[in-house]
């Protein structure tokens, strides 16, 4: 199966790559401001709409201008792929998919685009466009040979790191079928409840790190502003961030990939995470959860897999129905964590069974189109 893979690795700029990229990441994010305030103001002034090649070619005179004649001093290319990232915000927000686009903060993250005309890559070592040398690379891991990459998307997150990612044209192949089939029940104290009985606990990996950070947030605000010391104190902080979501992103990959491997089926129950995230009492921990970075995983895998994964309409009693017998019962608080099925006697630990009946309800939808539905996050 041919597919777009990326591929990100971390990497170490030395001072003169490091200024390179800050004055592309610079221009780039110019180039985004400036066309957005240009298209809003074109609209809300003048109800006039300017695409892509409008600002393209404005983006030419802007060039050749004596006050922005700096945008010269580094490769075209990120620049100019900023205009479509600028496009494609637009179409998404006119598509109902996001909200209007923003505008990009020099102290946000930072990411540049370079196509295959900007940059050489041997298999060895990449080379971006207007850098001497090539760029320090920890290769984590090897890319297949077949892989070759058709964009490279060199980043700098919050708290210092840079990172290189590759999109390749790659090759997947399926793995061997199994027989296994699996559901699969959310939860927060358990991230996840399994049909087969075993429940996997939530990592909490922000509430594991709340308390220190709140501690390093109440010094930052106490820091002089546009000192040292802040600066200092502001690393600290987006370290602490990005080790959380680094750990996050870890468990998610390792499960994720787990059952993928070991089940031909998985079912998996549609959340409207969006609208559970209204709960201010839940909000946090449901965020913690990232439920929704985890079934977009399972779902691309499963594709690339050759497995079958299921979701199940939200609305459907998996935890009221009895596994065994099919009777529901009208109500069910969520303190209820045990119940007795009042048909035929059967005693029930709740998230089991509804990860049970999650399997049964896939399956069904499998083979018939019952009690099935996309997932819907």
Not at 64 to 85: C, D, F
Not at 120 to 131: N, T, V
Not at 135 to 162: F, H, M, Q
Request: charge should be positive; charged fraction near 25%.
């Amino acid at each position: 199966m041919e597919v777009k893979r990326a591929y990100r690795f971390r990497f170490y700029p030395t001072p003169e790559q490091e200024q390179n990229l800050a004055k592309t990441f610079g221009c780039a994010r110019f180039a985004y401001n400036h066309m957005l305030r240009l298209r809003t103001d074109a609209w809300y002034k003048d109800q006039k709409r300017v695409g892509y090649h409008e600002t393209s070619a404005l983006l030419t005179e802007l060039k050749k201008q004596p006050e922005t004649l700096w945008l010269n001093e580094v490769s075209s290319v990120p620049v100019q792929q900023s205009l479509r990232h600028l496009q494609t915000a637009f179409g998404n927000f006119f598509a109902k998919r996001a909200k209007y686009p923003t505008f990009k903060s020099k102290h946000d993250k930072q990411a540049a685009e370079y196509t295959s005309s900007a940059f050489k890559w041997d298999g060895k070592a990449l080379k971006l466009a207007k850098m001497d040398a090539p760029l320090n690379i920890r290769w984590s891991r090897t890319l297949p040979k077949a892989a070759k990459p058709t964009t490279v998307t060199v980043s700098k997150d919050a708290s210092g790191r840079y990172f290189a990612s590759l999109l390749c044209d790659d090759t997947v192949m399926p793995k061997s079928e199994v027989a296994a089939q699996i559901g699969i029940d959310l939860g927060l104290t358990h991230f996840a409840i399994l049909s087969t009985g075993e429940k996997i606990a939530a990592p909490n990996t922000f509430r594991k790190n709340e308390a220190k950070l709140a501690t390093l947030q109440r010094r930052l605000a106490k820091k002089q502003k546009g000192s040292a010391n802040r600066k200092k104190a502001k690393l600290k902080v987006a370290r602490l961030h990005a080790k959380t979501a680094d750990t996050r992103r870890d468990f998610l990959h390792k499960l994720s990939t787990r059952l993928v491997n070991e089940n031909q089926v998985i079912a998996i129950e549609s959340l409207a995470v969006s609208n559970m995230q209204k709960n201010h009492c839940l909000a946090k921990s449901i965020s913690d959860a990232s439920w929704g970075e985890f079934v977009m995983q399972l779902e691309y895998k499963s594709l690339w897999y050759g497995r079958t994964l299921i979701g199940i309409d939200r609305w459907y009693p998996s935890s009221k129905r009895c596994s065994d017998c099919g009777h529901t019962v009208p109500k069910m608080p969520l303190k209820v964590r045990e119940w007795t099925c009042p048909e035929c006697g059967s005693i029930h630990d709740r998230d089991i069974n509804a990860a049970r009946n999650v399997l049964t309800a896939g399956l069904a939808g499998l083979v018939c189109g019952e009690e099935a539905s996309p997932l819907l996050l």
